[in-house]
Every structure is written in structure tokens, then in C-alpha cells.
């Protein structure tokens, strides 16, 4: 049971259809990790390297002057952004695993722009193609390219033409016409700017009396840490653990991505279930944070309709295709 019962989740007793047969046939001849030559953007390259140096120097600032304050404060930032892009980007936005009133749209974005992960619109339109293409050179972040390509290698070089050519039938048209995603992209300069850096330094240093190069280097580390987080699910999460559900595919289910991806790193469960608001199965949401936070706001009446697969359901397909491992949370 979710620890806020509700009335509003629906158990799904049959797999939804995605796509047609014409996007599978597709999403087949996909080709897989054809060799290719990498364009770097240099612009990538030195804004990554100046965060990555910065981060370590938060990271030394925050072992020895830093108050507590402070990084109690960060923390704070740190899980309200995580959960705006595993509740919001992730399980709302994307995968549409639930519905979300004004209010808890508007908390969502705001949350999400703590994390600076894009906008929400150019995350959905790539996370859209990872699930439809996954580990193929239409996936964005192509897990069979190794770690270092999906975890972050992606980000330093130009797209692959096949992300360029098959996004374009990728169906955003709930994304462009939300308006509270559209606000966020319009005004992404000044928003994400403030709202990510400005205001975190800028309020340690009003509030807690930092000096400004402690204050912005802890923003830096924060920021860097939740990339991080949040990369690890490109990167381990498809490439080390076990396959419960579906042994065909890359992704596996992770505990340790789990842990700091906020109940993201049961991975090949989601891969197999996209539309499930836990991205996990039954009676497995110690870890996962992100489905109590969801599951409170149902309560609340903000989330509705929260779609989950059924224990039938996830017991048939787990002995159709998965690796025959042990699943947690299958009784
Ligand atoms: C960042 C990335 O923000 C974070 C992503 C993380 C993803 C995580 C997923 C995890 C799974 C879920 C679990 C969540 C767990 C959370 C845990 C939390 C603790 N479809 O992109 P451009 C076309 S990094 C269709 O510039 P380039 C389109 O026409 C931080 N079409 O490509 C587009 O034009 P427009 C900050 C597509 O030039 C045009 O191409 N961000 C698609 O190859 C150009 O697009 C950065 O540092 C598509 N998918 O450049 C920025 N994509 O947009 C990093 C593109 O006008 N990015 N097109 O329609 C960049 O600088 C560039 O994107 C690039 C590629 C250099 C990587
Ligand atoms: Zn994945
Ligand atoms: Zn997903």
C-alpha cells in the first residue's frame, strides 16, 4: 500500500499500445551504435570543465567554512529539484504516468527549474526518444556507446543525424500547448538563471552570512551533484544489474541509482512499464520518494489518475522475459 491511500490509482490489467506497427518496424532497423565521427562543441567542453573544477572547490568550501545553514540549505535545493524532474519532467511531463492540477503543475515546473536539466520541453523530446529508440543511435544518450557517452559524453558533442531525422515524429503536441512549460521556456534565461543560481547564492550570503565565492561554489557543487544523480540513470542504470522483467533490453534494475535518483534506478521495470507513476513495481516504495511524493499529493487532490501496472500483469511478463532473477517486490 502507498503510505497516502487513494482512490485515484488505476490499476492497468493490459499493456497500453505504443505506437504502431509501423514505429516498431522502425524503432528495429534503428541502427545501433554505428561508427561515427564526434563533433565536439567546445562551448560544452569548457562550461562542463569550469562546473566540474568549481564543484570540487565547493566540495573543499563545504568540508571546511561553510555553515550548516548553508548546506542545509542546499540539500533542500537539492531533493526539491530532484523530485521536480523525477515527478515532473519524468513521470508527469514524459511519460504522462499521472494528472496534475494547476497548482502542482506550477510547484513542478518551478522545482524542476531548481535542477536546470533544459527545459522541460527539450527533456520531455529527448527522454520521448530514449524510451522509443532506446540503446539505438536515435536514443540521444545511446547506452551502447559505454558510460562515459550516456552518462555525459552525449552533452559535449552535436546530436546524431538519426535523433535529428526520427525526433521529428515524435508527438509533443501536450508539451507546446502546456502553459505553464511554455512560461518556463519563454522566459528560460531569467528564470532558470535566477531560480538555479541567483537567488542560491545570492540568500547564503544575506541569510548565513557566506562570502560570495563559498556561496556561489556550493551552488556550483549542488547544481554538478544533481547532474550527476540524474545522469547515472542513462549510464548505470542501463548498464550494470539484473533484468527481472525483460532480459532483451539494456536497461537493469540499479539500488544504488535507486538511492540517489529518488526510486528512478528500477530501471528495467520502467523501461518495460514507461507509464507506471512508481517506475517500480508493487510494494516496493521504500527507496522511492518520488512515488510518496506523488502519493501525497493525490491525497491532497492535486494528482489524479495515477496509472500503475497490475500485479498480474508484471508476474506474466517478468516469467515471459525476464532473466528468471529475483525481483523485489514480487511476492
Ligand atoms: C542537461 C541534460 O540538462 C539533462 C538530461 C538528463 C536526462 C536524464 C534522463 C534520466 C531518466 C529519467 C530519470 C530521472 C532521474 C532524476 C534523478 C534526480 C536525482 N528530437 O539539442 P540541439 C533537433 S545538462 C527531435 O541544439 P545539437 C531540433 O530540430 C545541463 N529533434 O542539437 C533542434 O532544434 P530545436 C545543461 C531534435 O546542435 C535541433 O536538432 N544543459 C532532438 O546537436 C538542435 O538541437 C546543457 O549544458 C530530439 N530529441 O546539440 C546543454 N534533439 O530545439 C546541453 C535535437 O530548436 N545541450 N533535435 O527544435 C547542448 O548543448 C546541445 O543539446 C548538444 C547537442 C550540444 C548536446
Ligand atoms: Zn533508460
Ligand atoms: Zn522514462
Redesign the pocket.
Known amino acids: 500500500m502507498p503510505p497516502f491511500s487513494s482512490t485515484s490509482v488505476r490499476d492497468v490489467s493490459e499493456l497500453p499500445k505504443d505506437g504502431d506497427e509501423e514505429e516498431e518496424f522502425e524503432k528495429l532497423i534503428a541502427p545501433q551504435a554505428a561508427p561515427r565521427k564526434y563533433d565536439i562543441?567546445y562551448r560544452?567542453l569548457l562550461?562542463f570543465g569550469y562546473g566540474h573544477l568549481s564543484a570540487l572547490y565547493g566540495l573543499y568550501l563545504a568540508c571546511t567554512v561553510a555553515t550548516w545553514s548553508t548546506l542545509i540549505f542546499h540539500y533542500t535545493i537539492f531533493v526539491l529539484a530532484?523530485i521536480g524532474?523525477?515527478a515532473g519532467a519524468?513521470r508527469l511531463w514524459t511519460h504522462r504516468a499521472y494528472k496534475a492540477k494547476m497548482p502542482l503543475q506550477v510547484l513542478l515546473m518551478i522545482m524542476n527549474t531548481f535542477a536546470?536539466?533544459?527545459t522541460v520541453m527539450?527533456?520531455v523530446?529527448?527522454?520521448r526518444?530514449?524510451h522509443r529508440y532506446s540503446d539505438t543511435d536515435a536514443d540521444?544518450?545511446n547506452a551502447t556507446r559505454g558510460f562515459f557517452y550516456s552518462h555525459m559524453g552525449?552533452?559535449l558533442?552535436?546530436?546524431h543525424s538519426e535523433?535529428?531525422r526520427r525526433?521529428?515524429s515524435?508527438d509533443m503536441s501536450d508539451i507546446y500547448a502546456n502553459p505553464v512549460l511554455r512560461f518556463q521556456r519563454k522566459y528560460a534565461i531569467p528564470f532558470i538563471g535566477s531560480v538555479c543560481f541567483l537567488l542560491p547564492t545570492i540568500i547564503p550570503m544575506y541569510f548565513f552570512g557566506e562570502t560570495l565565492t563559498t556561496a556561489w561554489h556550493l551552488t556550483l557543487l549542488r547544481y554538478l551533484t544533481?547532474?550527476h544523480?540524474?545522469?547515472l540513470?542513462?549510464s548505470a542504470a542501463h548498464l550494470w544489474g539484473n533484468k527481472p522483467y525483460d532480459s532483451n533490453i539494456k536497461p537493469v534494475q540499479n539500488l544504488a541509482v535507486s538511492i540517489?535518483?529518488?526510486g528512478?534506478g528500477f530501471h528495467n521495470y520502467h523501461h518495460v512499464f514507461p507509464w507506471d507513476y512508481k517506475t517500480a513495481e508493487l510494494g516496493n516504495n521504500a527507496l522511492n520518494l518520488t512515488t510518496f511524493f506523488i502519493d501525497f499529493f493525490a491525497w491532497l487532490g492535486w494528482a489524479y489518475d495515477l496509472k500503475q501496472a497490475s500485479d498480474d500483469i508484471i508476474k506474466s511478463r517478468s516469467m515471459r522475459t525476464g532473466d528468471g532473477s529475483n525481483a523485489w517486490g514480487i511476492k
Do not use: Y
Open positions: 562543441v560544452n562550461t530532484s524532474v523525477t519524468h536546470f536539466q533544459n527539450d527533456w523530446r529527448d527522454h526518444m530514449h540521444p544518450h552525449w552533452l558533442v552535436r546530436k535523433v535529428k525526433g521529428k515524435i544533481n547532474l544523480a540524474t545522469f540513470v542513462n540517489v535518483a529518488f528512478e
